[in-house]
Each structure stands twice: as structure tokens, then as C-alpha cells.
């Protein structure tokens, strides 16, 4: 029951997991604002390029089509029920992922914290708003379906978890500049 539903949780949740990690090896090259600044401050910084945005959304895309393919396999081997992904949620789980880490960039930029700065809080769930507005926007009633007020907890709590072991892990890897 409980592991069912965390599995539901993180499954539904893995196209949008992915991306940001395929931008920080993915990452480099022109910068999304290039070097616009608005006020003597970045519009978004060199920490979000074209490359990885790209990168990272394409790789949350393909993971979903891996997973549908293997979900069969998986929820009968565990006893578990685990969603699928039509493709507008999955475009809007990758997609969306990226851009709430631009929108949280952008409203870092313009509070003043530079790039990599940490805003605890906003760094681990930046990413998950994005994610279910634009699914919710794209695929209505599969993300109201699917994230169930139960397993939405359950993505609240064990995100920030694995954001920050991921990130510490790739800090320690030395793929990333700051371990968050
Ligand atoms: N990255 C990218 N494009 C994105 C997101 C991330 O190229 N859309 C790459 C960049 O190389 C970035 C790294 O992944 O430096 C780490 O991502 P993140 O922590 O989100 O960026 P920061 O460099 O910390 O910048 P910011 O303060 O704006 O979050
Ligand atoms: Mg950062």
C-alpha cells in the first residue's frame, strides 16, 4: 500500500526528475538570455543554456517512452500500479521541469543572487511546480488523475531529498560546481 504509493509517486515523477540532471552534463554553450542583463543583473545567467535546456527536456521525453515501455514488466513483478505517460504529459513533465528551473533562475537574477547561488527551497521545488502546471496545462485530466492529493505529499516531501543526495552526489562527482 504505502510502497505502491510511493513507487506511484516517484514513477510519475521521473520524466520530470531527469532533466535538470541531463542539463548539468549536457550543459554549456550559449546562454538562453545571451548575456541580456535587465538592471545591471542577468535576465537569467550562464547557468541556462540552450544545449541543456534541450538536452534535459528531450532525455525526460525518452525516459517516459522507456518507462511506459517497461511499466507492464515492473507493476506486475513489484505488485504495484504505476501510471503512464501519453505524450503531452510527458512533454509537459520534462518541459516543464526546465522551465521552473528558468523561472527560479529568473527570480533569483532579479533578487540579486548571482549564478549557483542557493535558495533553499525554491532550488529543490523549482522544478516540480513547473512541471505539474505545464502537465496540468497540457494534459489536464491525466495530471489530476494521476497526482493524487496522497501521492502530491509524498512528491512534496521525497523530492527535496533527492534533489539534494543528487546534487551532493554530482557535487562530489565533480559534475556540478556547488552541491546544490
Ligand atoms: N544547465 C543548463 N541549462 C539549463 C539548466 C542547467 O545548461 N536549463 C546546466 C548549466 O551548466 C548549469 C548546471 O546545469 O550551470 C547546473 O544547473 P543549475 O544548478 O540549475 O544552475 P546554476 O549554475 O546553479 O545557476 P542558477 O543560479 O541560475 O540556478
Ligand atoms: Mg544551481
Redesign the pocket.
Known sequence: MVISLVAGALWAMLPAYVP?NV??LA??GRPIDAGRTVGGRRL??D???W???AA?TLAGVALALVLNAVRPSVATAFGVSLPSFPLRAAVGLALGA?LG??G??LL?RRIG?E???AVPGLDQLDFVGGALLLTLLLAPSWTLSTFTPARLVVVLVATPLLHVVTNAGAYLLGL?T?PW
Open positions: 535538470n542539463a548539468v550543459g554549456g537569467l545567467g547557468g541556462k543554456t544545449r541543456g535546456t534535459g526546465m528551473d528558468i527560479a533562475s533569483k543572487r549564478r549557483g547561488a556540478k556547488e
